[in-house]
C-alpha cells in the first residue's frame, strides 16, 4: 500500500521540491522583495521594485512519476502496492483488452462492424486508473476508456451487443460503436463530441458535494481535448467551487493527426494547474503501478481536501486514432515499433510478472487461448443476433408521442409496405 506521505510526495501542492514552490523561487530569483503585501483581491503576491518578466523556459519541467522501468525492475525502494491477486487481476484484464482490440479491429476492416477505436499502448493508464477507483466513484470517459468498463464488470457480450447494435444492446442501437454506457456500472454514457463529459463531470462532483456524498467523479480526455474551451472552464469552476474531480489526461502524443509540438509549448498538461490553483501529477501512463498510486492518493487528496486533482499520465497511442485514421501519414512505422516492442505497457507488467514467478510462458499461453475463446464467443453471439426494430427510433423522444413523431412513423410504415423488399429486414427485430 501506498504510504500518504509517499503519496503526497509525488503531487506537486505537497512536495517539499514540488512544482509551485520551484516556480515561487524561480519568480522571485533576483527579485528585490519588499515587507508591504499587495491588497489587490486577485493576488496574494508582494510589490517588487524591480521589472522582471517569468520566463518559462527556466522554470523546472515537472518530472514524471514511475515505479516499474520498462525492463520491468521496480525502482530503487518501490513496492507495487498490491496483492499477488490483485496484480494478476489488473493484467489479466490488460491483456484481455489487448486481445478484444485486436478482433474488433480486425472485424470492422472486414465490414462486420462499423467504426472502432483501440487502447494500444494505453492499457496500464486506463485499467490502473480504473483499478484505484471505487464503485461509488462516477466516470465520465472520452472514448479511449472501455478497460474502465471491463474493470467494473461490464461483460464482453455487452460490448458486443453495442458495437453490433443489437436488440441487447443496452443503448437499443442508437449510439455508434464503442459509445458504450452503464447506469449499473456508474459509468456515463461515452461521447464523440470532444472534451464536453469535463464540465459535465465538475456539475456531477459539485452535485455530490452538496449532497455529502463521499466520492470522487473523474473525467477522462486527452491532450487534444485539454485544448477544448469546456475543459479550461470546467478545471477553474471545480477549484473555485472546490469539487472532488479527478481530471485524468491521457497524453498519448497526437490528437489524431496533430502532434504534441503543434498543440501546445508550455510543459505539458499537467502544469496548467497551477494557474487554477489545482494539484497536480505527472505519471509514466505505461507503469501499471504508478498510475495506481497516483490516481489512488489523488482520490484520497480529492475527498478529504473537497477538492479536484489533475493527473497527466504519459503514454504513446500505438494504434490508429480510429478505422477512420492511418497513422502512417503522419509519423513512422519504426516510431511506432519502438513503443510496441520495447515499451509495452502489458509487456513491462508481464516481465515483472515473470521475474516475480507469479507468471510464465506456459500460463501466458493457455491464458492467451481463453481470452480469445472468450471474446470470439460474444462477437460470434452479437454478430447473429437480430437488430432492434426501425420503429425503435421513435420511442424514448418524448414521455408521449408528439403528433409529428407519430406522422413520421406511419410514413416509414407505409414506406416499408411499399418496398420492404429492397431491405434485408429479416436482420431486424418486428
Known amino acids: 500500500m501506498l504510504s500518504r506521505g509517499l503519496g503526497r510526495r509525488i503531487f506537486c501542492s505537497y512536495c517539499h521540491q514540488g512544482k509551485h514552490e520551484l516556480i515561487s523561487r524561480a519568480i522571485s530569483t533576483n527579485l528585490t522583495r519588499t515587507t508591504e503585501k499587495a491588497r489587490f483581491p486577485g493576488s496574494n503576491s508582494n510589490f517588487t521594485n524591480e521589472l522582471q518578466f517569468v520566463n518559462p523556459m527556466e522554470l523546472p519541467s515537472i518530472p514524471i512519476y514511475r515505479v516499474l522501468d520498462t525492463s520491468g525492475n521496480l525502482k530503487s525502494g518501490q513496492t507495487t502496492g498490491l496483492s499477488d491477486e490483485g496484480l494478476l487481476s489488473m493484467y489479466q484484464k490488460m491483456f484481455l483488452l489487448s486481445v478484444m482490440d485486436k478482433i474488433l479491429l480486425q472485424s470492422q476492416r472486414q465490414g462486420r462492424i462499423s467504426f472502432y477505436m483501440t487502447c494500444s499502448g494505453e492499457e496500464a493508464a486506463v485499467?490502473?486508473?480504473?483499478?484505484?477507483?471505487?464503485?461509488?466513484?462516477?466516470?465520465?470517459?472520452?472514448?479511449?476508456?472501455?478497460?474502465?468498463?471491463?474493470?467494473?464488470?461490464?461483460?464482453?457480450?455487452?460490448?458486443?451487443?453495442?458495437?453490433?447494435?443489437?436488440?441487447?444492446?443496452?443503448?437499443k442501437g442508437r449510439q455508434m460503436p464503442i459509445h458504450y454506457s452503464s447506469v449499473e456500472h456508474n459509468v456515463?454514457?461515452?461521447?464523440?463530441?470532444?472534451?464536453?463529459?469535463?464540465?459535465?463531470?465538475?456539475?456531477?462532483?459539485?452535485?455530490?458535494?452538496?449532497?455529502?456524498?463521499?466520492?470522487?467523479?473523474?473525467?477522462?480526455?486527452?491532450?487534444?481535448?485539454?485544448?477544448?474551451?469546456?475543459?479550461?472552464?470546467?478545471?477553474?469552476?471545480?477549484?473555485?467551487?472546490?469539487?472532488?474531480?479527478?481530471?485524468?489526461?491521457?497524453?498519448?502524443?497526437?490528437?489524431?493527426?496533430?502532434?504534441?509540438?503543434?498543440?501546445?509549448?508550455?510543459?505539458?498538461?499537467?502544469?496548467?494547474?497551477?494557474?487554477?490553483?489545482?494539484?497536480?501529477?505527472r505519471v509514466d501512463g505505461n507503469d501499471l503501478f504508478a498510475v495506481y498510486n497516483a490516481v489512488r492518493e489523488a482520490r484520497s487528496i480529492a475527498i478529504e481536501n473537497s477538492c479536484p486533482v489533475l493527473i497527466e499520465l504519459m503514454t504513446y497511442r500505438v494504434g490508429h486514432h480510429s478505422t477512420s485514421d492511418d497513422s502512417t501519414a503522419y509519423r513512422s512505422i519504426d516510431e511506432v515499433?519502438?513503443?510496441?516492442?520495447?515499451?509495452?505497457?502489458?509487456?513491462?507488467?508481464?516481465?515483472?510478472?515473470?521475474?516475480?514467478?507469479?507468471?510464465?510462458?506456459?500460463?501466458?499461453?493457455?491464458?492467451?487461448?481463453?481470452?480469445?475463446?472468450?471474446?470470439?464467443?460474444?462477437?460470434?453471439?452479437?454478430?447473429?443476433?437480430?437488430?432492434?426494430?426501425?420503429?425503435?427510433?421513435?420511442?424514448?423522444?418524448?414521455?408521449?408521442?408528439?403528433?409529428?413523431?407519430?406522422?413520421?412513423?406511419?410514413?416509414?410504415?407505409?414506406?416499408?409496405?411499399?418496398?420492404?423488399?429492397?431491405?434485408?429486414?429479416?436482420?431486424y427485430d418486428s
Open 127 to 171: 485499467i490502473g486508473s480504473a483499478a484505484a477507483l471505487q464503485p461509488s466513484d462516477t466516470v465520465f470517459t472520452q472514448y479511449r476508456e472501455v478497460g474502465v468498463f471491463l474493470w467494473r464488470g461490464f461483460t464482453l457480450p455487452e460490448i458486443m451487443h453495442q458495437c453490433f447494435s443489437t436488440v441487447k444492446d443496452n443503448t
Open 188 to 281: 456515463q454514457c461515452v461521447s464523440s463530441t470532444l472534451a464536453t463529459q469535463v464540465p459535465n463531470a465538475v456539475g456531477y462532483a459539485y452535485s455530490n458535494k452538496l449532497h455529502g456524498k463521499e466520492a470522487v467523479t473523474v473525467a477522462y480526455f486527452g491532450e487534444g481535448a485539454a485544448s477544448e474551451g469546456d475543459v479550461h472552464a470546467a478545471m477553474n469552476m471545480s477549484c473555485v467551487l472546490e469539487c472532488p474531480t479527478l481530471f485524468i489526461c491521457r497524453n498519448n502524443g497526437f490528437a489524431i493527426s496533430t502532434s504534441t509540438v503543434d498543440q501546445y509549448a508550455g510543459d505539458g498538461i499537467a502544469v496548467r494547474a497551477v494557474g487554477y490553483g489545482m494539484r497536480s501529477v
Open 337 to 427: 515499433n519502438y513503443w510496441h516492442k520495447e515499451d509495452s505497457p502489458v509487456g513491462r507488467v508481464g516481465r515483472f510478472l515473470g521475474m516475480s514467478e507469479l507468471w510464465d510462458d506456459e500460463k501466458q499461453k493457455v491464458f492467451a487461448k481463453e481470452c480469445r475463446r472468450e471474446v470470439m464467443s460474444a462477437f460470434n453471439e452479437a454478430e447473429s443476433t437480430r437488430k432492434p426494430s426501425p420503429y425503435l427510433m421513435f420511442d424514448d423522444v418524448y414521455s408521449e408521442p408528439s403528433q409529428q413523431l407519430s406522422e413520421q412513423r406511419a410514413k416509414l410504415a407505409d414506406h416499408l409496405a411499399k418496398y420492404g423488399e429492397h431491405y434485408d429486414l429479416d436482420k
